[in-house]
């Protein structure tokens, strides 16, 4: 079993920037991905960010690439996302989730992660 916890949502104007934290906790040695998708209001949940624990790979959706950040610290088992330039499209509930991912073609895909975070609602608005 894992736990994880979101933070660091919030309101933000177009342009500004927020950081998402993700705590995780129990058996995280049985994943291998922390990942984070968002979902918005009449949307389908979807890929935003992922990050291998061993290595540090990153992976990125074409919507966010070049200005989101995802990092880790693996001593605080900890993955975060720096959201730079965010847009009024940004906006939705964003999740962390894990799992043991088999391969790098699956990671964007919803079903493959085991465990999810409860989220945490970014609104990008003047």
């Known amino acids: 079993q894992v736990q994880l916890v979101e933070s660091g949502g919030g309101l933000v104007q177009p342009g500004g920037s927020l950081r998402l934290s993700c705590v995780a906790s129990g058996r995280t040695d049985s994943t291998n991905i922390m990942g984070w998708f968002r979902q918005a209001p009449g949307k389908e949940r979807e890929f935003v960010a992922a990050?291998?624990?061993?290595?540090?790979?990153?992976y990125y959706a074409n919507s966010v690439k070049g200005r989101f950040t995802i990092s880790k610290d693996n001593a605080k088992s900890t993955v975060s996302l720096q959201m730079d330039s965010l847009k009024p499209e940004d906006a939705a509930v964003y999740y962390c989730?894990?799992?043991?991912?088999?391969?790098?073609?699956?990671?964007?895909?919803?079903?493959?992660?085991?465990?999810w975070g409860q989220g945490t609602q970014v609104t990008v608005s003047s």
């Open positions: 989730a894990t799992g043991n991912i088999p391969g790098a073609w699956l990671i964007s895909r919803v079903d493959k992660y085991h465990w």
């Open positions: 990050i291998s624990w061993n290595g540090g790979s990153t």
